[in-house]
């Protein structure tokens, strides 16, 4: 069974920086595309509804939200496969649950979103 494994959360700071870490679990045939989202106030579970913090294409393409743009960096090992998230200077405003996604394909060709179980970033004083 194919799970997302996120590691890396906890609190810091004002200016602090945190790397969140997001690994497959379970034998893929391809990754199309990999993300981190959030929520500051946790509702429900993970989903697109979330504030999309970056997204990294197949092709290596990252795009951020503007809050983030400078600050936050989004990187990936293939070969793992896992999917980083470099937070630097954070915030109180960053403060939330993120979760990583990847939209994977089976062994069967079946495309599907996979979330992780969300990690708990507090930025505090």
């Known amino acids: 069974q194919v799970q997302l494994v996120e590691s890396g959360g906890g609190s810091v700071r004002p200016g602090g920086s945190l790397r969140l870490s997001c690994e497959v679990s379970?034998?893929?045939?391809?990754?199309?595309?990999m993300g981190w989202y959030r929520q500051a106030r946790p509702r429900q579970a993970p989903g697109k509804q979330d504030e999309l913090v970056a997204l990294l294409t197949h092709g290596g393409d990252a795009t951020y939200a503007d809050s983030v743009k400078g600050r936050f960096t989004i990187s990936r090992d293939i070969a793992k496969p896992t999917v980083y998230l470099q937070m630097d200077s954070l915030k109180t405003e960053d403060t939330a649950v993120y979760s990583c996604y990847m939209q994977l394909v089976e062994y069967s060709m079946h495309v599907r979103d996979y979330w992780g179980q969300g990690t708990q970033v507090t930025v505090s004083s």
């Open positions: 379970g034998s893929i045939f391809a990754i199309n595309g």
